[in-house]
């Protein structure tokens, strides 16, 4: 049967992963400001660009910027690797730099709309240019569509390997909500929290796609704005991403 | 670790819930365009659509209304699960021939 092979398979490598990740030995990186779906659209290719930057009236987290270009392409229905090109970071009253590369995997495990929520789980090993720690982060993802409705729920732990790492874990979960007015039009809402960094962050978020006409080829955009819910927050993280889906 | 027993207990509860005898219905692509057109379903219960693509070129078979995106190569099949729907008529469309691929759920 199908299904089983499918989710063995996909159980089986993000097992592995699993195991990697917490038998070995963590502070988390850059912040990531996105709400990844379990869906893997076999056959599809990616390429895209995401980033943040972030306006605060105190100078510790004013002018913070990061940036991400990636290359995906799902092989089967069940798994996309991406490929993180160039990570770009900028810390406050810093200059910018290229901090290393990214290698993540999402992995379907079960068919959108088969079961009340739609499961996945992202896998991924981020290596830092000139040495030091590897990143390692695991996690659940969960999305449940109705009707025009979507959400998306992810759930992320994090550890650093390598040498120099520390043994801690650190988890993060976010939330998107978005309602689809058209193809082009998706407004809606995402959340973010880190508890490790006593962070809590939330704001509007709009996102949508168009066909290229004559082309099997989409471009899809996402920009938003998230408010800090606490004072450890950053004030605005305005985060916006780019891409091109096509097979 | 409880949180990888969270993470377990989620995804045994996620295979538990397991959908039962899911209606079935057809649809085929051919010269980039949807037969039939116009598909009935029932409405507030779980469907599953099997989608043939009957032409030498991919398609995307994609709804906005009901959220679901899904390419069928040439000469194959996919299953879509939809729903469970309210009564009303829900638009889908193929991507990549939007000019003539285009049909409609008719939930009732
Ligand atoms: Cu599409």
Redesign the interface.
């Known amino acids: 049967m199908r299904f089983i092979s499918r ?1 063995t398979a996909a159980t089986t490598v993000a097992t592995l992963f ?1 195991v990697v990740a ?1 038998g070995v030995a963590g502070r988390a990186h850059a912040d990531d400001f996105i709400v990844y779906s379990p ?1 893997v ?4 290719s990616e390429i895209e660009l995401r980033g943040y930057g972030i306006t605060d009236g105190r100078s510790e987290y004013d002018g913070e910027r990061a940036a991400e270009l990636s290359v995906a392409h799902a092989f089967t229905g069940w798994w996309k690797p991406e490929l993180y090109l160039a990570e770009y970071e900028k810390e406050p009253g810093a200059g910018g730099k290229l901090v290393g590369y990214e290698f993540e995997n999402t992995f379907q ?9 739609d ?1 996945g789980l992202l896998a991924s090993y981020g290596h830092p240019k000139g040495g030091g720690p590897g990143e390692l982060e695991v ?2 993802l ?1 999305e449940k ?1 109705v ?4 959400h998306r729920v992810n ?1 992320i ?1 994090e550890r650093h390997i390598g040498a120099g790492a520390e043994s801690k874990t650190e ?1 993060r979960y976010s939330y998107a909500g978005t309602y ?1 007015v ?2 082009a039009f998706r407004p809606g809402i995402e959340a973010y929290g880190r508890p490790d960094d006593h962070a809590y962050q939330a704001g509007p978020v709009v996102a949508g796609e168009w ?1 290229v006409p004559h082309t ?1 080829g ?1 471009v899809e955009y996402r920009v938003g704005v998230l408010l800090g819910i606490n004072a450890a927050a950053p004030r605005h993280t305005w985060v916006a991403q780019l891409e091109y889906e096509f ?1 | ?1 409880n ?2 027993a ?2 377990a207990v ?2 045994l509860w ?2 538990a ?3 039962t005898d899911v209606p079935e219905f057809h649809l085929a692509i051919q010269d980039h365009a949807y037969q039939p057109a116009e598909l009935k379903v029932p409405a507030g219960t ?1 469907v599953k659509l099997v989608i043939e693509n009957r032409d030498a070129s ?1 398609e ?1 078979f ?1 709804s ?8 069928v ?1 040439p000469n194959s099949t996919i ?5 469970p ?2 009564p009303g008529s829900y638009r889908f469309f193929g ?2 021939h ?1 000019d003539t691929a285009q049909g409609r759920l008719i939930v009732e």
């Open positions: 989710t699993a917490f869906h659209i076999a056959g599809q495990f079960t068919e959108p709309g088969e079961y009340w929520a499961l996690g659940p969960i569509t009707g025009r409705f979507d759930l732990w988890f689809a058209s193809k066909h099997m989409n097979f | 670790m949180r990888l969270l993470a989620l995804l996620s295979f819930a397991r959908a779980k991919p995307e994609e906005t209304e009901f959220n679901r995106e899904k390419i190569l299953t879509v699960y939809v729903g729907l309210k991507d990549f939007q």
